[in-house]
Structures are given as structure tokens and as C-alpha cells.
């Protein structure tokens, strides 16, 4: 169960025609009584952002932060389609809301795929309410929901966390997502929806999701680029009654993990998945950005994938990720054997990094020596199956 | 002939024991009478930076920007090898002054290969001497430098241009280089020494060759990553008298264009050489970072290499450059057609373009409507090549 593990909360996935071949690029998450809830959302911050995005941005102005539904479409990214791409979502969502009885500017929507292409919305809305009404309670729907967001995934990524406060509150939290970043070749984007019980205003929702998103998806990186459609909404039913913040922030933060650490595991063409962390450094911040520039690096990427601890290209991207840094005061580990020390190579068992390159997750650890900031990102090697699924878009 | 063009100087290329199997891997430039003269240096800002490049920029610091010769090494990039690395270099540059009996702290230094390996620097300096005193002029002495300073570059590159200003005053300015950005596998890095008989000043050295570095090789990215070891010096010898500096600038632009352009057509691993323009953004240094965005971008490399002209990863690499932008004034162009016209779909010769896309050299330009702002930057597409060189470096 993800989506619809929170108690209030109905799902629904099914084929309206976007992708050809009758693949099902259609699904719904929606309130089970029809009726708004306190929402929040966190969106790219890419300038050509999808239509999707801006709707979604605007409905959630619009009330003030509440949404009875999501919809989320696969197999047109409806990005770089002007006028017509935003009209387009308009409908999408006036179409489920007319099925729901709900208002159009509380239904949220999502969509992945290739930029640039116009969306064929009609065709696609008379197929929509079949869709919309087959909506669900339970396990199933939550699978039909996380099967249709599916692209060049090889697996649904569901997450469900469940907390309980000091005095015995209890919240559930669940959620889908699909892709990595921009990794796919015909469908970009990374989208997640989480539902939970728990009764919170917009504003802690916001607060919540905003801070689980920072560790979570905005740590994990597989080409480096910044998609034009990525979204994560988040919406509370209240079934649950109240829960203090920092239980639903842990339960929020737990899922929105879970789902990212799915992505890179799933991230097509790699064979690694690989935890890049980054201590010592002036501050937090800088221990990002640090860990950033490495795990971007294209050719730390390629050492990675040829199981290669080649340390040098490592201290080359902290030296010029634009941080405090002193070489000399360097220490790169590799599954945690130091392989540079003060800066230059440092006498370690081979063997045993050898043996944990091998391995499918590496842990690369580099301290800068130069204060208390920490941080960490999640990345892949690049392989040739990447080129491959990237090459083209036919 | 390329740095021995210029008259003045005097080269010399063989094999000290750096690279195995007896390769040539050191190179010498110097003047042709051992005095020192006019230097400039354009380094790396990569805070680790290499021994070499510390050394140089120490060597011009402490003689006011003068030198008598360049050493370039190939096959270790003695980067992050503490102060043992820093004690090689300056042994390197002891051996050669002793040679041509002028002061260690004129001559400057270069290396390039695998970061992190101890220097070996006891079993090189017996033969330096030898490689030192068979420098010559003419051109077999020139493509005997240029040869050694190669690593897995596949030519040689050198560059020559004559100027004549207008009350008939002329010089010359020669260059040599090798690899493109960090590149290669094992011999990162892309060095370039360039000589000239024109008489200047350091200072006008430096400001001439910071200006012509600018739109040459820093605006050239094969992988995005900045080397340790990247080094362009110019020496001037004042053979030929002294010369407006415009027209000198003139040629050592030439020059470096030259070189620049030589290094990413020889790529390894790539497959098609890019020329991305950006026009109409708010100003040339947002040009230049949006086009470098682009030519950076995974995906866009990958589509370049498929042959594949979707814009939609060009649109979406521009919106999150972090400059101004409106996905509503975006045209994007391949080969001169508009295949994306105020940011949506643009009708437009599918099979010009296709025809584009399967040539040699790809146009990609990009006018994002907001004001005057030019840049343009070079690169490469991301093929199979590439990763199967930088996989390992054994």
C-alpha cells in the first residue's frame, strides 16, 4: 500500500491514450469523501517548468493550500507547449473535478514525458472519468496509481512510514514516485505524491515536506540535470487526528527516503548506487555543494562504473566545487579505508577496496578538515546502458 | 612549426623514464640564449591544484613575470603529492637551469597524467640534461615538443599566425598543446605554451593572453570538470621589436582558437564536434553560462551523440542555467533551422535538420529573447568512446 495507506485517501491508475499501445499513463489520488484537504507542494525550481507545474502552483494559491485530487498523466511532459499546455492541464483538471464534484482549482496535477511535444488533450478527456471513477480504497488502487506513473521504471516505487507521538497519537504517511532525476530517455521527471492521516494546516505541511525534500530527493542526483515537471505534493486528510510536527516531519522524511534511495536504485544504465558524503567542510551548505560537484562529476561517474578508486578525480571536484578547501588536509575513504590521507595517497589494503567497489552500493566519504559542516548526496555510475537509453527519443 | 616558429626560441622533446616503455614524456621550450624574458601565465583555479602549476606561478611571482624556459612532463600530473610533488618540480627546474645556466626560478613548469602518484623524480633527473641540451630551432625541434607533451591525444596540435600592423611592424606567435579538458584517462589535464618574437612587457603579456584564454580555451568543456594541472603560458623574446597590442592580441587569439578548436576535435570518444551560440540573453556573461549549461548537460550530450535534435533537454538545460529567462522569447536552431520558436514546437525542414545532425560539426544556437547578452562555448558529444577510456586507469 503507498497512496492509499493513509487512512481518507482513494487511488485509481488506467489508460487514456497518452502512450501508444493502450499502456496504462493515467492516475488518480484524491480524497475519499470528495472534499478538500490541507496540501503542500515542492516544485522544480526550473525556469521552462512544465504546465503541470504552474497549474498545480497556482491551484494551490488559489485555496490557500488545499487539494481534493492529484492527477498525474504519463508519456507527454506537456513542457515547452505555451498557451495550448497550460489550457490543456486546465481541462485535465476541470474533467476530474466535474467526475468528483469538486472545484477545478482543488485538483493538482503531474505529468512526465517528452518536452516539447503538444499534449493531445482531446482525445484524452473523454477517456479521463472512466479513469476517475474506478477510484479506490486499498492496496490495489494503490498499485493500479503507482503502476500508471511507471515509465522506463523497472519497478513501482511505494513507500508507507508510521509514527506515534509520546501521548499515542498515531499518523500513517505513504507515497508513489517514479524516475530519477532527468535519467529516462522518453520521460523526464521525478514526481512523488504522499497522502497521510494526520490533521495538519497547509503551513506545517509545507514546513514538513520542504524540510523531508532537502535530504531526500534534492540528495540524489543522476545526470545533474533539473527537470522541467519534478513535483512532490503532499496532502492530509485529518482521519487521524492531530500529531505533533516532528512526528509527522519523521514519518514524512522516512518516506520521502525511502522513494529516493528506489530512484537511484532503479536508475537505468547504472550499476551502482552510490552514497557520496562529505564531512569537514566550513559549513553544511558547503558539504553539499561538495558532494554535489563529485557526484556529478562525469568523470568520477566513469570510475565508479570501471569499479576504479581513482581518489584524484575525487580531490580534483572538491578543489574546484567553489568551497573552503586546503588538499592537505584531505582524506578520501572509500567503504571506509582511506585511500588519501593529508592530501596524497595513503598506504591502505587495496584488497578490501578492490572488494567493495565489487560491491553494488559504494560508500564514498571525503572529510575537508576545515570545520563541522556535513553533508551528503545519492548518485550513480554512468554506464553504457545510460547512452544507450538517452541517445534518442524514437 | 609551431613553438619554435617565433624567432627567439628553441625546443627539444625525448624520454626521461616517466611513461613506461621508453615514450617520449618531457618537453622543452627556452629562449634560444638562455635569458630570461617577458612571461605570462593563465592557470587553473582549482584550489588543488598541481605542484607544477604552484611552481610556475611562485617562479613568475618572485621574477616579476620572466622567463628562460618551459618543462613540460607527461605520463603523472604530480597533483596531490604534498610537499614531496612541490620538491619534484622544483628539482625538475633546478636540472634544466643547471643545463642552460640561467636561475631555477626562470624556468617554468607543466605536467599532466594520473593524479595522486609519487613523482619519480630521483630516476628522472639523470636524464633530463640530455633532452635539455639537444633543444633546438626549426621545426623538427618544435614537433619534437609537441610530440612528448601527447598522451592520448591522437595529433599533435601546434598553431602558428603572422600579424602585421599598420606602420608594417610584424611578429609572430606559435603554440603547442595537448588533450581537452580532463578528458583522457590517465593523462588528464590540457596544457598549451605559445611563444612570440614580439617585444612586450609582462604585463601586457598577461592582459593579451587573459583576453585571448577567455573566448578560446575556457570556452571549451569536453566533460566540465577543471583540471589540476591547466596551464597556458605565453613567452615573448622581442626579436622580432615591439608591435601594437592589438595586433599582437590579434594573433594570440588566433592561436588559441586554433588549439582550442584542435583539442575538441580530437576528443576521445567523441563522435561530433558542437559549436553552441546563445544570443539575446541579459548580458554576454549569461550567454556564456548558459551555453556552457548546455554543452555540460548529460542528456544534451547524449542526444547529440544519437543524433537526435531534441530541444526540449536545450530548453530545459536554459531554464535552469540561473539566468534571465522566459521560455515564451526561446528560439532554438540546429544547423540555422528553428526547430523551437517562442519556446513551442516550430514547423520546420525535418530533413535538413536530420542531415544537420549526422555531420561532423553540429550548430546549436539558442536566442533567449532578453536582450544583447553573447556567448559561445565548444564541446563534444558523450559516446561509448568515452566512458570505455575513462572506465579505469590501468
Redesign the interface.
Known amino acids: 500500500m503507498s497512496v492509499t495507506a493513509a487512512g481518507g485517501f482513494v487511488a485509481a491508475g488506467g489508460a487514456v491514450g497518452i502512450k501508444p499501445g493502450g499502456a496504462a499513463d493515467l492516475a488518480v489520488v484524491a480524497t475519499a469523501d470528495g472534499r478538500a484537504v490541507p496540501a503542500a507542494g515542492v516544485f522544480?525550481?526550473?525556469?521552462?517548468?512544465a504546465a503541470a507545474v504552474r497549474v498545480s502552483q497556482a491551484h494551490l494559491g488559489a485555496t490557500g493550500g488545499r487539494a481534493a485530487a492529484v492527477v498525474l498523466s504519463s508519456g507527454n511532459?506537456n513542457?515547452?507547449?505555451?498557451r495550448?499546455g497550460q489550457d490543456a492541464v486546465e481541462a485535465l483538471c476541470r474533467c476530474v473535478a466535474g467526475e468528483m464534484g469538486t472545484a477545478p482549482e482543488e485538483v493538482l496535477a503531474c505529468q512526465t514525458g517528452?518536452?516539447?511535444?503538444?499534449f493531445p488533450i482531446d482525445a484524452v478527456v473523454p477517456r479521463v472519468p472512466a479513469v476517475v471513477a474506478a477510484r479506490a480504497a486499498g492496496e490495489a488502487a494503490g498499485v493500479a496509481a503507482a503502476s500508471a506513473i511507471m515509465t522506463t521504471d523497472t519497478v513501482r516505487k511505494e513507500a508507507v512510514a508510521r509514527a506515534t507521538g509520546i501521548g499515542g497519537a498515531r499518523c500513517t504517511v505513504g507515497g508513489m514516485a517514479k524516475g530519477a532525476a532527468?535519467l529516462a530517455p522518453n520521460m523526464?521527471t521525478m514526481l512523488a505524491v504522499l497522502t497521510t492521516d494526520a490533521a495538519a494546516d497547509p503551513a506545517t505541511l509545507q514546513r514538513v515536506l520542504a524540510a523531508a525534500v532537502g535530504p531526500s530527493f534534492n540528495a540524489m542526483t543522476v545526470?545533474?540535470?533539473?527537470?522541467?515537471n519534478d513535483t512532490v505534493l503532499l496532502l492530509a486528510s485529518g482521519a487521524a487526528g492531530p500529531i505533533p510536527e516532528a512526528v509527522l516531519a519523521g514519518a514524512v522524511g522516512e518516506v520521502c527516503a525511502s522513494l529516493s534511495e528506489q530512484m537511484a536504485a532503479d536508475a537505468e544504465g547504472a550499476t551502482k548506487l552510490v552514497h557520496i558524503r562529505v564531512t569537514g567542510a566550513a559549513s553544511d551548505g558547503e558539504a553539499h555543494r561538495a558532494a554535489r560537484k563529485v557526484a556529478d562529476?562525469?568523470?568520477v561517474k566513469?570510475?565508479l562504473?570501471?569499479?576504479?578508486p581513482?581518489?584524484?578525480?575525487v580531490?580534483?571536484?572538491?578543489?574546484?566545487a567553489g568551497v573552503a578547501?586546503?588538499?592537505?588536509r584531505?582524506t578520501v575513504r572509500y567503504g571506509g579505508v582511506a585511500v588519501?590521507a593529508?592530501?596524497?595517497?595513503a598506504v591502505h589494503d587495496a584488497v578490501a577496496v578492490a572488494a567493495h567497489m565489487k560491491g553494488r552500493t559504494i560508500e564514498l566519504a571525503c572529510d575537508l578538515g576545515m570545520g563541522d559542516g556535513n553533508g551528503a548526496v545519492t548518485t550513480t555510475d554512468?554506464?553504457?546502458g545510460?547512452?544507450d537509453e538517452?541517445?534518442?527519443?524514437?
Open positions: 522544480t525550481d526550473n525556469l521552462a517548468a511532459a513542457a515547452a507547449t505555451g495550448a517528452l518536452i516539447g511535444v503538444p532527468m523526464a545526470d545533474g540535470c533539473t527537470s522541467t562529476s562525469l568523470l566513469c570510475s562504473n570501471g569499479e576504479d581513482y581518489w584524484g578525480r580531490v580534483s571536484e572538491l578543489g574546484s578547501f586546503d588538499l592537505d584531505v588519501c593529508r592530501g596524497v595517497a554512468l554506464g553504457h545510460y547512452l538517452n541517445r534518442t527519443t524514437s
